[in-house]
C-alpha cells in the first residue's frame, strides 16, 4: 500500500477553510504553471499544492474565476495541460499575491495516473524531508505524512517580516519550517533596540506559539535571504487537532521545546555580555 492509499482511510472532516476543503490528498509543491483565460491569453502562476483533484496557485494579481479554461503544469520531464474550475481565491500576504483554487475538470484516466505518480512522488520527497532533515524528525512515518499532506509552500524575498513581534495579523501564527534560506528571529519588548534571538537554517522550525497559547507571536521573523517555507497554518493545526491528534500533539511539544532553548540560549547570552561588560 502506497502512502497516499493510507490517507484515504481517514479524510478531512468539518473543513475550517478552502484550504481544508479538499476532496483529495493534496502535498506542498513549489512548480511552474500558466492558466488559460477567456479572452485574456495566459497568466503565469506558481503552484502551491498540488493533488490528483486539484491545486493551489499563486499569481501576482487576481483575476475572474469564470475566467479559468485549462491549467498547464510542468512537472519533471513533461508538461500536463488540464481543463479546470476556479473553487476560492484569497489574498497572501507574506507573498502579496493572490492564492486561488482549482479543481480539476473532466480529467482523463491517463491525467488522473500522471498526477497520482506526481503527488505520491512529492509527498514522499517532503516526508523524508521532515523526518530526516528537520526538527521535526521525531515524528513517525505516517505523522510526517501527515503533515506533507496539511501544508504548503510559501517564499519571500529578503527583508520580508514573515510574522511580527505582538501584531496579531493572519498568517503570524503560523508554524513554520524552513526549507531553503536563512531567517532571523528577534524580539524588542520594552527595549528601544532589537534583540536578535536566533538564526534559523533550513530544517529549523519557528513559530506557533499563538497557536497552542492564543497569544501573539513573541519575536519578529525576517527573511534574511531568498526563503521557500512550509507553512502550517491555524486552518491546519484545527483541522490536526480533531483528526490528527497526536501529530497535533507532537507539534504543539516541538513549539514548546524551541522557546524553551530560544529562551535558554538567550539567557545565556545576555549572561555572557554582562560579564564582559563588567
Not at 531553503?180 to 519557528?206: I, M, Q
Not at 497569544?215 to 531568498?226: G, L, R, T
Amino acid at each position: 500500500m502506497s502512502l497516499l492509499e493510507r490517507c484515504h482511510d481517514d479524510p478531512p472532516t468539518d473543513a475550517e477553510s478552502p484550504f481544508e476543503l479538499r476532496s483529495a490528498p493534496r502535498v506542498a509543491c513549489n512548480a511552474a504553471g500558466e492558466l488559460r483565460l477567456g479572452g485574456m491569453g495566459t497568466l503565469a502562476c506558481r503552484l502551491r499544492d498540488v493533488g490528483t483533484g486539484g491545486i493551489c496557485i499563486q499569481t501576482p494579481s487576481p483575476f475572474a474565476l469564470s475566467s479559468l479554461r485549462s491549467v498547464t503544469i510542468h512537472l519533471p520531464g513533461e508538461s500536463l495541460t488540464l481543463d479546470i474550475e476556479g473553487c476560492w481565491q484569497r489574498e497572501a500576504s507574506l507573498e502579496r499575491a493572490i492564492f486561488t483554487g482549482l479543481r480539476f475538470s473532466r480529467p482523463t484516466a491517463s491525467d488522473r495516473e500522471r498526477m497520482r505518480k506526481f503527488v505520491e512522488q512529492a509527498a514522499q520527497e517532503l516526508t523524508d524531508f521532515l523526518q530526516n532533515r528537520s526538527e521535526l524528525r521525531d515524528l513517525g512515518l505516517d505523522e510526517a505524512l501527515d503533515v506533507a499532506l496539511a501544508s504548503r509552500l510559501r517564499e519571500a524575498p529578503p527583508g520580508t517580516f514573515i510574522c511580527r513581534e505582538g501584531h496579531p495579523r493572519p498568517g503570524d501564527d503560523s508554524l513554520f519550517v524552513v526549507m531553503r534560506g536563512t531567517v532571523t528571529l528577534a524580539a524588542t519588548g520594552d527595549r528601544e533596540h532589537e534583540l536578535e534571538v536566533e538564526r534559523v537554517s533550513p530544517g529549523g522550525v519557528f513559530g506557533g506559539i499563538p497557536l497552542i497559547a492564543d497569544v501573539p507571536s513573541p519575536v519578529s521573523a525576517v527573511a534574511v535571504s531568498d526563503v521557500i517555507l512550509l507553512e502550517l497554518d491555524r486552518a491546519v493545526f484545527r483541522y490536526l487537532e480533531r483528526a490528527k491528534p497526536l501529530v497535533a500533539h507532537r507539534l504543539a511539544r516541538t513549539i514548546a521545546a524551541r522557546q524553551v532553548l530560544q529562551f535558554r540560549a538567550l539567557v545565556s547570552r545576555l549572561t555572557d555580555q554582562n560579564r564582559r561588560s563588567r
